[in-house]
């Protein structure tokens, strides 16, 4: 049987005692005492402190490579988003480094970051691939997030960003993606989240859609869209 654990003094919301004890046994939270009246095992005093649950992260990036600090003299002078992407910026800038970066180097990374991350309260969080823009890079982000994964207290949720950015050098890429690299990803993590950014610049609404169906053909799957609203263009799937 697993040890039951006492929180002692805590702050809780609403405040009504101001201080209680919360009772914790088998993962769950069994009991809300007054404080110093529960009994357990173990005891951490939490001094008056707030006790909240876990932050959840819906919607993450941590695991890329290389930096951008060039491009924010470019903001600073006007450009947007879409006049970085086109000087070869943003995106396509991180795309460089995480093909250039190992996938041990990738999962050290996001590790660090995810300890960040739970030292400021957050024990779920998801994250993205979507830097890689090839088969093999996809991959390799995808087993290093699964990596770090393994050596974080809390819990990492994967999602396979597929359509991303349109890599220029890749002749037919949506095709690449759909035909390719969405039915590698899939073998190898089956039943994962494919996500696709649509957006001027980016995957165009029918390419999200065919990305989208070709994945429901694979089987059981979650899908997630986001757009952006640019100069007044918003595409909703």
């Not at 996938?103 to 739970?118: D, F, I, P, V, Y």
């Not at 890079?137 to 997030?145: F, N, Q, S, T, V």
């Not at 990596?147 to 207290?153: G, R, S, V, Y």
């Amino acid at each position: 049987m697993s040890a039951s654990l006492a929180i002692r003094n805590a702050r809780l919301s609403p405040p009504n005692p101001p201080l209680a004890d919360v009772l914790v046994s088998g993962g769950m939270i069994q009991a809300v005492e007054a404080a110093g009246t529960g009994a357990a095992d173990m005891a951490i005093e939490a001094g008056g402190r707030v006790l909240l649950p876990g932050f959840v992260d819906a919607h993450t990036h941590a695991c890329w490579a290389g930096d951008r600090l060039a491009e924010f003299e470019m903001k600073l002078r006007g450009a947007g988003y879409l006049d970085i992407l086109k000087a070869g910026g943003g995106i396509l800038s991180t795309v460089r480094a995480v093909r250039a970066a190992s996938g041990s180097e990738l999962a050290e990374n996001l590790l660090q970051r995810l300890g960040l991350m739970l030292k400021e309260g957050t024990t779920t969080v998801e994250v993205k691939s979507g830097y890689g823009l090839t088969t093999r890079d996809e991959l390799k982000m995808l087993r290093a997030i699964a990596a770090a994964a393994q050596h974080f207290a809390g819990t990492v949720v994967p999602t396979a960003l597929l359509g991303h950015a349109m890599d220029p050098d890749q002749p037919h890429f949506v095709d690449t993606v759909v035909n390719e690299t969405l039915p590698a990803v899939h073998d190898e993590f089956p039943g994962i989240a494919i996500d696709a950014f649509c957006e001027q610049g980016a995957w165009s609404l029918a390419d999200c859609r065919r990305l989208f169906e070709r994945a429901r053909s694979l089987g059981p799957i979650n899908l997630t869209a986001w757009a952006v609203l640019i100069s007044g263009w918003n595409s909703v799937l």
